[in-house]
């Protein structure tokens, strides 16, 4: 505090009553200098709140006091509920609030606050130079009174246990170092102090005086150490011990000592009551530990900033290291820039693990795991191993896992002569061997397909020709006289069977399906069909007088029945 060095230099000089020391006042000018309020302030300090300046050692103890302030700013709401407090120079809180995607309101939030004292004197007052908004210093306590939330913890319930105790172990002890002694009045040759401190003594030294008991026939000196501990005090130790043990909710059991179970399982409830009773103060040792993780993780961001970052994550025997790329530049589908894995714009929490992770319960899990291996079948328990090697207390377990996996990666016969195959396979396939196997696989393919081809239009130029050919007998036959016609223009359209040869088409000798009876009776023949008469009168034909005859009206046998 460089615009404080006057004050400072002289508080450290002249303590707390400087401001009656120093002649400052009076040489710069007496009442004018308006330090009346500071001399009121000082005299107004009290004993206790002196402490701040020794006045042996010359030593001022500066006080770093932090607090909050309640202010009033503008938050925006996300869609997602997120709420975030409103900052001008964000483009991307303009943009939210203009199209409408978050909302904007007002809202009181803290701001921490952080001052210098010199005893009544700030030096220093400002805003919190961390990111986070917590008080930089974490309190671990076991539990907190519900009116005052003054913290504590199991100690609060021993003490009087405790005081009780070492008074009585105190008692005993100078009862057991103590002697009680009986004499007349001039036994000893020395004063009564100098016989008091040498009778406390192991190697005591006491001159009898001989004339004193040979004057005084009852004259008498004996010295007594038959102090002894009764049972009323060593019941009240006793229960002083037990209520030490009470008051913290834990077994003998969960402390390693013999306690009061009988089986296994009894011991196991017993350690589970014990955990379940020290429940409350582990979840706030554990809250405690979560705020330090956040204040540290909260600097941690704050150093590395918007910087492309690598951060390697690093594994343990069983899970491999991983590599994560913070604010790495990337472009969204419309080309727009921005940063993956944003380390200043996520919200980071930390989480502890709630397994234990001491040699004991690693034991205990390492001893359960190989119980559930043994009746697993061989392939399993290869694939198991790698974990079982993980629990044990061995400095070099990573390594002895990764030999392992090695060792079961190696391959079988059946493996190398498939990879083998497979190499040759991608050896000929870069020499272009696949490739004209495959062309001449496609030709021979093509040809085949071709040949089956021609003899289906073999097939099908046999079945069109003795289909014509029928069709052309079916004409000849039926009108004989259009032989000579069809001869003559197939003379006129250059067809040859042989070079000048006519085609000479028979004539049919009778006309085809002239004998046969109807319906394939024709025109004009012996047994041609009379016209039928058409009348329209509508008496006749005559109407049936029984349908069922089938010789009179439309259900006559032939046409020529209704004739008159």
Request: net charge negative; proline share 6%.
């Amino acid at each position: 505090f460089p615009e404080h060095k006057e004050l400072i230099l002289a508080i450290g000089k002249h303590g707390a009553e400087w401001w009656m020391d120093t002649p400052s006042a009076e040489n710069d000018g007496g009442d004018s200098t308006g330090l009346h309020n500071a001399w009121a302030e000082a005299r107004a300090w009290t004993v206790q709140e002196e402490r701040w300046y020794n006045p042996t050692s010359k030593e001022i103890c500066l006080a770093e006091v932090w607090y909050r302030r309640w202010v009033e700013v503008g938050v925006i709401t996300a869609p997602d509920g997120r709420v975030v407090e409103y900052d001008e120079s964000n483009m991307a809180h303009q943009v939210a609030l203009a199209s409408g995607m978050s909302e904007y309101s007002r809202a009181i939030v803290a701001r921490v606050r952080r001052s210098y004292w010199l005893g009544p004197h700030r030096l220093h007052d400002g805003p919190s130079p961390y990111s986070h908004r917590h008080f930089p210093y974490v309190p671990f306590w076991g539990f907190r009174e519900d009116g005052t939330r003054v913290p504590f913890g199991y100690v609060r319930d021993m003490i009087y246990p405790q005081d009780s105790l070492n008074s009585g172990i105190s008692k005993l002890r100078w009862g057991m170092a103590s002697v009680r002694t009986e004499r007349t009045k001039g036994a000893v040759d020395m004063t009564d102090a100098q016989f008091r401190q040498q009778v406390a003594r192991v190697d005591a030294d006491i001159v009898l005086n001989a004339e004193h008991f040979k004057s005084n026939p009852g004259a008498r000196f004996q010295v007594h150490r038959d102090f002894q501990l009764n049972q009323q005090q060593f019941q009240m130790m006793q229960d002083n011990r037990s209520a030490i043990q009470r008051v913290s909710a834990v077994t003998t059991g969960f402390m390693g000592k013999e306690g009061t179970a009988t089986s296994g399982r009894q011991e196991a409830m017993q350690i589970e009551q014990s955990n379940q009773a020290l429940g409350v103060m582990m979840d706030n040792f554990r809250a405690g530990r979560t705020m330090v993780g956040e204040l540290l993780l909260s600097m941690i961001i704050k150093d590395l900033g918007s910087q492309q970052q690598t951060i390697i994550i690093e594994g343990d025997a069983v899970r491999e290291d991983r590599t994560v790329v913070i604010n790495k530049p990337e472009q969204d589908p419309a080309g727009y820039t921005y940063l993956s894995n944003d380390l200043q714009r996520t919200r980071l929490k930390v989480a502890l693990e709630d397994v234990p992770s001491t040699n004991s319960y690693r034991a205990q899990q390492l001893a359960a795991l190989s119980e559930a291996v043994k009746s697993l079948p061989p392939q399993y328990q290869a694939a198991v191993l790698p974990f079982l090697v993980s629990l044990m207390d061995v400095p070099f377990k990573r390594d002895v896992v990764e030999a392992i996996r090695a060792a079961a990666q190696q391959e079988t016969p059946e493996q190398v002569e498939q990879r083998i195959k497979q190499a040759v396979d991608e050896a000929l396939a870069k020499s272009g061997v696949e490739l004209k196997m495959r062309e001449l696989a496609m030709k021979e393919g093509k040809t085949e397909a071709e040949i089956e081809k021609i003899r289906r239009e073999a097939v099908q130029v046999g079945v069109q020709a003795a289909y014509s050919a029928m069709q052309g007998a079916a004409q000849v036959a039926q009108l004989p006289m259009i032989a000579p016609v069809a001869d003559e223009i197939l003379k006129a359209s250059g067809w040859e069977q042989q070079q000048g040869d006519d085609p000479n088409i028979p004539q049919a000798e009778q006309t085809a399906a002239m004998n046969i009876k109807a319906p394939y009776a024709q025109p004009g023949g012996p047994d041609a069909m009379p016209a039928v008469r058409e009348n329209t009168s509508p008496a006749f034909p005559p109407v049936p007088a029984e349908p069922g005859t089938g010789m009179q009206g439309i259900e006559t046998a032939a046409t020529s029945d209704n004739l008159a």
